[in-house]
């Protein structure tokens, strides 16, 4: 799954500092939104998903806030370390059965 | 693991063949997605299957197809191969559709020489 040559957004953040990756959606219509990870050569991986009837969801060390008035996401991860680093697609679905992707974002952790 | 299974995981083939990727998914899972990342484009929603019938379409050309059969295995076919056409495929599955988390298979590796 190597984005090797895609101009990603990209975002460098030192070990055990917080970090948080954005994206903006396209479709106000869109009640389901969804973070994966996508680790070099491998597949995207789910991360934490968060419904529109909510603006708030925390997992394990992972937030994703919603705010429906600038169709804006937020995936928040805390004390990040080496193995977050990859790159990181925000989803949003309008309760059919097409799932758009974003473009994505690089997170690279520094040790 | 996601339990999602692709095959094969690399191809290479010549601009003008044809090539048939196979998915097996999740156990339980009904619905299969298939997706296409290429180096300029990110991730690309092709098609999607739910228990055998095709439920949504994205940017998949007319040159791609793709079934699922009923053990709801999917192919998807690539015909006419462009250069442009070389990308990773990836399949997903869910237990139903929309609404629901996707699991990503390995996915297939396409270079067309």
């Known amino acids: 799954g190597e984005n090797v040559g895609l101009h990603l957004p990209t975002l460098s953040v030192q070990e055990g500092d917080n970090s948080i990756i954005n994206c903006a959606y396209s479709?106000?219509?869109?009640?389901?939104f969804i973070w994966y990870k996508q680790e070099s050569g491998k597949g995207p991986q789910f991360i934490i998903d968060i419904r529109s009837n909510m603006d708030k969801r925390q997992g394990q060390r992972v937030t994703v806030l919603l705010n429906k008035t600038v169709k804006h996401l937020s995936l928040q991860i805390a004390a990040t370390q080496p193995g977050d680093s990859a790159v990181y697609f925000c989803?949003?679905?309008?309760?059919?059965?097409?799932?758009?992707f974003g473009a994505g974002t690089r997170l690279f952790v520094k040790a | 693991d996601s339990g999602v299974t692709q095959t094969p995981k690399h191809l290479i083939t010549a601009t003008g063949q044809r090539v048939t990727l196979r998915c097996s998914p999740r156990s339980g899972d009904l619905s299969v997605y298939w997706y296409q990342q290429s180096l300029d484009q990110g991730l690309q929603f092709l098609i999607q299957y739910y228990n055998g019938e095709e439920r949504a379409k994205g940017n998949i050309l007319e040159r791609f197809s793709a079934q699922q059969f009923p053990d709801l295995h999917s192919e998807l076919n690539l015909s006419s191969l462009e250069l442009g056409d070389s990308a990773l495929y990836f399949c997903a599955s869910s237990e139903r559709g929309g609404t629901y988390e996707q699991y990503f298979g390995p996915g297939t590796r396409l270079t067309v020489t």
């Open positions: 989803a949003e679905n309008t309760g059919g059965f097409k799932t758009i």
């Open positions: 479709n106000s219509a869109s009640d389901y």
